[in-house]
């Protein structure tokens, strides 16, 4: 009998709550392990580069006084860019 054939019957033979850990587990390790291999894929960036692929990186125009009033501003021209209307 094979390692997995074991693994198999012995995961039968738990009770479902069990069964139900065990899933939980195999996807956390999943997630864990996809982690580590993207992050390995983007070792070779620079910080700037990663927050630019996912969309941190970003610029409006806006008046010299924007640290006074940078909430309005702000509110202003997210509401204009994201207006579906």
């Known amino acids: 009998m094979s390692e997995f054939e074991q693994i198999y019957q012995d995961i039968d033979t738990l009770p479902e709550e069990a069964k139900i850990i065990l899933l939980d587990f195999i996807q956390l390790l999943k997630k864990c392990y996809s982690k580590s291999e993207t992050e390995s894929n983007q070792e070779g960036k620079s910080t700037y580069e990663k927050f630019e692929e996912i969309g941190l ?7 010299e006084d924007l640290s006074t009033n940078y909430k309005e501003v702000l509110a202003d021209t997210l509401a204009s860019k994201y207006d579906n209307s």
């Open 57 to 63: 990186i970003g610029f409006c125009s806006v008046e």
